[in-house]
Every structure is written in structure tokens, then in C-alpha cells.
């Protein structure tokens, strides 16, 4: 049973607009969140978390937001810029955090159009 | 560079055959992970270390797989008798735990293919 889904494996969007990437989990006791940006060959590179304290977090172009009673959050990318197309995967970590590691979503791939 | 680092990048080998990889994870960091990728998924998490104690596998990890990190530092993952369903991306992952919440943050990946 997927507890991090992500229900669009791919978004295009246009050079310059933004880009809304969505995700949802089931577990209530994840309580901290992370997106993360891979391209193809390589690991993921981390982008930017956000606390289940939270409802948004901002870094540069990227913004996060928590909509905890829905269980769902998403990323804003303005604006969006060709280096951004990668796969975007969305992951989770319960309290205690290395139990269970990370869980991730299956990735969103997005393609910026020029 | 001081990221993750992971060696080998890519490795093909034969079924039944035994392989191992290596991790090295950023200097300060005290937690050390292992996540397995497979086409179309996100990773899954297979085991971790705090410092050089393994605390945690998952039921991904049979018998066939170990892993250790000798001294805290460096980890070794290794796979006995390898299937081909073993082919896969292996992701390595290191976090520093101050506070609860941590970032993780991942090496290349080894790229496992198994003929």
C-alpha cells in the first residue's frame, strides 16, 4: 500500500509559467516532508523540506505547502526554467525518522517547454 | 567535492554471481542509508546505520543482502548469489541527526544489472 502518492507521472509546462507538482500520504504520523529532484543517471539532489509544524516553507523559486488535515502538500516552482525538467519525487519521514527511512512517492516527471 | 560519494556507478554481472558496492558518505554525518530504485518507483528504504550500529532492515533486504560500516564511516552493501531481480539502481543516503528531523542527502547510485 503506497502511504506517499504522487497521481501524476507527468506535467509539462511552459517555459517561464508554474509548475504545481502535488502529492498525497496516508500515514498520519509523517511529520516531516522533503522534495526531492532527480535526473536520469543520478541520485536525487534534495530541494526543499517543510515540518509538520508548517504550513509553508520558501526557498528562491521553490515553495512548499502543507495542507495537514487533507494529508496533502505540494511544489511551486516560479518560474519554471528548462533546467527544471527532472523527476520529482516527494518523500516522508515518521518521527524518529530511521526506522523506516524515507518513504517516497513514484516521482512526477516534469517537462518545462520552451 | 565533499557529497556522497558511490563506487562502482554501474556494474553488470552474471546470476549466482556475488557483488559489492561501496558508500561514502559526507565526512560529518552520522547516518548512513541504503535505498534500492527500481523503473517507475521511488527508492525503498533497505537498512540504515547510526554511526557504525545497523538499527534497522527492512523485509526488502533478504538473506542474500548484507551491509556494514565498519568505524562508522564508509558502508559496504554486499549481494550474494545475485539474481535477476536484483537488477536495480542502489542509492546511498547520509544525514546528520541533531535535531528529530533530518535531510538526507544521496550519493550517484550504483547501477546493478543482473544477465
Known amino acids: 500500500d503506497q502511504q506517499v502518492k504522487q497521481n501524476s507521472p507527468s506535467l509539462s509546462v511552459q517555459e517561464g509559467r508554474i509548475s504545481i507538482l502535488n502529492c498525497d500520504y496516508t500515514n498520519s504520523m509523517f511529520d516531516y516532508f522533503l522534495w526531492y529532484k532527480k535526473y536520469p543517471a543520478e541520485g536525487p539532489t534534495f530541494l526543499i523540506s517543510i515540518s509538520s509544524i508548517k504550513d509553508k516553507n520558501e526557498d528562491g523559486r521553490f515553495t512548499v505547502f502543507l495542507n495537514k488535515s487533507a494529508k496533502h502538500l505540494s511544489l511551486h516552482i516560479v518560474p519554471s526554467q528548462p533546467g527544471d525538467s527532472a523527476v520529482y519525487f516527494c518523500a516522508a519521514l515518521s518521527p524518529g525518522g530511521g526506522a523506516d527511512g524515507l518513504t517516497f512517492g513514484k516521482g512526477t516527471h516534469l517537462i518545462i517547454q520552451p | 567535492d565533499t557529497g556522497v560519494s558511490q563506487d562502482p556507478r554501474h556494474k553488470i554481472t552474471k546470476r549466482g554471481q556475488n557483488v559489492t558496492f561501496r558508500c561514502d558518505p559526507i565526512?560529518?554525518?552520522?547516518?548512513l542509508y541504503w535505498y534500492r530504485q527500481t523503473l517507475g518507483q521511488g527508492p525503498e528504504f533497505l537498512t540504515y546505520f547510526q554511526n557504525e550500529a545497523q538499527l534497522e532492515k527492512s523485509r526488502l533486504l533478504s538473506d542474500r543482502f548484507s551491509a556494514e560500516r565498519p568505524k562508522g564511516s564508509f558502508s559496504t552493501l554486499e549481494i550474494q548469489r545475485t539474481e535477476q531481480g536484483d537488477s536495480a539502481m542502489y542509492l546511498c543516503a547520509s544525514s546528520f541527526v541533531r535535531l528529530i528531523q533530518e535531510t538526507q542527502y544521496f550519493g550517484p547510485g550504483t547501477r546493478l544489472l543482473v544477465l
Open positions: 565526512s560529518e554525518h552520522n547516518r
